[in-house]
């Protein structure tokens, strides 16, 4: 059993730069895969990065160049840097955990991210 809590959500405005975090109970944080989903009103949740337990990232086109993912194994954290903001990355920023073994997945309830000016 895996439970997310992300944090680091807040208003800013567009040029602006913001850290989401993800920090995951449990053990053997290293054998999960873990990813950052968005969810903008009136829209489907969509993959914004993932990341592998050795570290292989993979980025949606929208934010390659502007979004950073990185996980400190030892920390049980997941982080998204994301810089240069635009009011198209306004959304809810949800962390997932997926096993690579069971496929099992867990989702954190999300941290609010609004770029407005």
């Known amino acids: 059993q895996v439970q997310l809590v992300e944090s680091g959500g807040e208003a800013v405005y567009p040029g602006e730069s913001l850290r989401l975090s993800c920090a995951a109970t449990?053990?053997?944080?290293?054998?999960?895969?873990m990813a950052w989903y968005r969810q903008a009103p009136g829209k489907q949740r969509e993959l914004v990065a993932d990341?592998?337990?050795?570290?292989?990232?993979n980025y949606a086109d929208s934010v390659k160049g502007r979004f950073t993912i990185s996980r400190d194994n030892a920390w049980r954290t997941v982080y998204l840097q994301m810089t240069n903001l635009k009011p198209e990355d306004t959304g809810v920023y949800s962390c997932?955990?997926?096993?690579?073994?069971?496929?099992?997945?867990?989702w954190g309830q999300g941290t609010q991210v609004t770029v407005s000016s």
């Open positions: 990341i592998t337990g050795d570290h292989k990232t």
């Open positions: 997932k955990a997926q096993g690579t073994i069971t496929g099992v997945e867990y």
């Open positions: 449990g053990s053997s944080f290293s054998l999960y895969n």
